[in-house]
T-cell receptor, first 113, second 110 residues
Framework: DAEITQSPRHKITETGRQVTLACHQTWNHNNMFWYRQDLGHGLRLLHYSYGVQDTNKGEVSDGYSVSRSNTEDLPLTLESAASSQTSVYFC????????????FGPGTRLLVL | RKEVEQDPGPFNVPEGATVAFNCTYSNSASQSFFWYRQDCRKEPKLLMSVYSSGNEDGRFTAQLNRASQYISLLIRDSKLSDSATYLCVVLSGGSYIPTFGRGTSLIVHP
C-alpha cells in the first residue's frame, strides 16, 4: 500500500546544530508540503513543492529549507536549530491533478535544547 | 483576522448527543472545503469534503454557506471514538495550498 513516512519520529538536538527531517512518500504525488504544529497556532506551512526541482516558501519559512531531487522525497533542513523550532513537524503530499486531499505522515517531534 | 477561524472548544458532550461545529473563512474566492480529523498526537486525516449542496456520510453531515462564508459539521449520535480535534480546511481557486483552521476539540464522555 502507498504511504508517507517520516524519520526520525522523535529527535532531540542542541541549539545551533543542523537538523534534517526526512519525508518519503510512495503515492507518486507531485505535491509535497511541510508543516509545523504548535498549540495555539494550528498547522503552519513551512515549504512546499509541486515537483522535482521545485520548492516554494510557505507562511513560516525562516530558518528552514527544503530540496526536491526526486518525486518521493522532500527533506526539511533546519540550518541552525533554535529553541523556538521545538515543535511537531508534519509532511504531507497530494496529487498534482485535483490534488485537494492531503495525506499526512505520522509526524516528527523535535525538541531543541 | 485569520483566514479560517474555528471555535477551539472543547465541546464536551455525552454519548448519543448531536453536536455541530462551524468554521468561517475570509476569502470569498475559496472553492474547496474539507473537514479533517486529528487524534491526539497523530496526523490529520481527511474526514470528508464539503460540497455546495451539502453532503452526508453516515452520522456526519457537512454544509456550506457561501453567502455567510462558513462551513459546518454536524455529528449525530456521538460515539466515544469521535473524541478528537476537527480541522476545517479551505482551498482557494486553482491552489493546492490549503489553509487550516486551528481546530475544534470534541470530547465525548460516557
Amino acid at each position: 500500500d502507498a504511504e508517507i513516512t517520516q524519520s526520525p519520529r522523535h529527535k532531540i538536538t542542541e541549539t545551533g546544530r543542523q537538523v534534517t527531517l526526512a519525508c518519503h512518500q510512495t503515492w507518486n504525488h507531485n505535491n509535497m508540503f511541510w508543516y509545523r504544529q504548535d498549540l495555539g497556532h494550528g498547522l503552519r506551512l513551512l515549504h512546499y513543492s509541486y515537483g522535482v526541482q521545485d520548492t516554494n516558501k510557505g507562511e513560516v519559512s525562516d530558518g528552514y529549507s527544503v530540496s526536491r531531487s526526486n518525486t518521493e522525497d522532500l527533506p526539511l533542513t533546519l540550518e541552525s536549530a533554535a529553541s523556538s523550532q521545538t515543535s511537531v513537524y508534519f509532511c504531507a503530499s497530494s496529487e498534482s491533478q485535483g490534488g485537494e486531499t492531503q495525506y499526512f505522515g505520522p509526524g516528527t517531534r523535535l525538541l531543541v535544547l | 483576522r485569520k483566514e479560517v477561524e474555528q471555535d477551539p472548544g472543547p465541546f464536551n458532550v455525552p454519548e448519543g448527543a448531536t453536536v455541530a461545529f462551524n468554521c468561517t473563512y475570509s476569502n470569498s474566492a475559496s472553492q474547496s472545503f474539507f473537514w479533517y480529523r486529528q487524534d491526539c498526537r497523530k496526523e490529520p486525516k481527511l474526514l470528508m469534503s464539503v460540497y455546495s449542496s451539502g453532503n452526508e456520510d453516515g452520522r456526519f453531515t457537512a454544509q456550506l454557506n457561501r453567502a455567510s462564508q462558513y462551513i459546518s459539521l454536524l455529528i449525530r449520535d456521538s460515539k466515544l471514538s469521535d473524541s478528537a480535534t476537527y480541522l476545517c480546511v479551505v482551498l482557494s481557486g486553482g491552489s493546492y495550498i490549503p489553509t487550516f483552521g486551528r481546530g475544534t476539540s470534541l470530547i465525548v464522555h460516557p
